[in-house]
Nanobody, 130 residues
Framework: QVQLVESGGGFVQAGGSLRLSCAAS????????MAWFRQAPGKEREFVAG????????RYADSVKGRFTISRDNANNTVYMQINSLKAGDTADYYC???????????????????????WGQGTQVTVSS
């Protein structure tokens, strides 16, 4: 069982920055890909960014490339997302997600699909004012 707790959301003006954090419980964090998804009012939950278990591979939604950076600290069971140059369209609830344990060799690129993630946090709200 993995529990995920997000923090760092808030109200920010367009052009501003935020750093989201996701703290994970348990001993398997370092074997799991991690990702951030977001859900705006009335819209589907969408992939934003993901990072492999080792941190060597990251991928981003086209809408956030160059503005968002995902990273992880396996020693402290935490994944981060630095968000810069915020836009009104980034307003959403942001969710941290943990993938299934990886037992193989290598460090596969993280999936963009919701079904690939086993555990979810409760979300942190980001509101961008234009």
């Amino acid at each position: 069982q993995v529990q995920l707790v997000e923090s760092g959301g808030g109200f920010v003006q367009a052009g501003g920055s935020l750093r989201l954090s996701c703290a994970a419980s348990g001993r398997t964090f370092s074997t799991r890909a991690m990702a951030w998804f977001r859900q705006a009012p009335g819209k589907e939950r969408e992939f934003v960014a993901g990072i492999s278990w080792s941190g060597s591979n990251a991928r981003y939604a086209d809408s956030v490339k160059g503005r968002f950076t995902i990273s992880r600290d396996n020693a402290n069971n935490t994944v981060y997302m630095q968000i810069n140059s915020l836009k009104a369209g980034d307003t959403a609830d942001y969710y941290c997600a943990a993938g299934r344990r990886w037992y193989g060799s290598g460090s596969p690129s993280p999936s963009t699909q919701r079904g690939a993630y086993e555990y979810w946090g409760q979300g942190t709200q980001v509101t961008v004012s234009s």
